[in-house]
Nanobody, 119 residues
Framework: QVQLVESGGGLVQAGGSLTLSCAHS????????MGWYRQGPGKQRDLVAT???????NYTYSVKGRFTISRDNAKNTVYLQMSSLKPEDTAVYYC?????????????WGQGTQVTVSS
């Protein structure tokens, strides 16, 4: 099992910055991929950024150049640094981990943290 706990959400004005954290515990060695997703009001949950165990990073186009995903293996934490925030970035942000369980890959989710960007 993998447990994920997000923190760092809040209310910020457009143009501001926030950093989200995702502390992970449990069967950490089995994690192959970690990422951040977001779900805006009335919208589906969409990918924001991912980072593999090998350090390969991927961003959705709308956040490139504004968001940075990183990890601190010593602290078992993944971060999402968000800058130049826009009202359309308002969403609940979820941390995700994909871990190997025998022949399967299992996806784990945190509880989510609200990010609200005011105009």
């Amino acid at each position: 099992q993998v447990q994920l706990v997000e923190s760092g959400g809040g209310l910020v004005q457009a143009g501001g910055s926030l950093t989200l954290s995702c502390a992970h515990s449990g069967s950490i060695a089995s994690i192959n991929l970690m990422g951040w997703y977001r779900q805006g009001p009335g919208k589906q949950r969409d990918l924001v950024a991912t980072i593999t165990s090998g350090g390969r990073i991927n961003y959705t186009y709308s956040v490139k150049g504004r968001f940075t995903i990183s990890r601190d293996n010593a602290k078992n934490t993944v971060y999402l640094q968000m800058s130049s925030l826009k009202p359309e970035d308002t969403a609940v942000y979820y941390c995700n981990a994909v871990a190997t369980r025998g022949p399967y890959e299992v996806s784990y989710w945190g509880q989510g943290t609200q990010v609200t960007v005011s105009s």
